[in-house]
């Protein structure tokens, strides 16, 4: 694992935590910490089906 794949990771970690901290409080729409980890997920998904995570292996 290579310097991308661990700076990817921890931005969907700190993303998530501050999910965590304002779920269900007021923004444009509200925070929900359920919309974020589907979101990151199939984000997540994604990254892994093209190689992101083995092209530095």
Known sequence: MGIPQIIVITLAAL???SEIFLHGKPRTGMHDF???L?????AQGLL??????????
């Open 15 to 17: 993303t998530g935590i």
């Open 34 to 36: 359920r919309n974020w």
């Open 38 to 42: 589907i979101g990151t997920a199939i």
């Open 48 to 57: 892994v089906w093209g190689g992101f995570y083995t092209a530095f292996s």
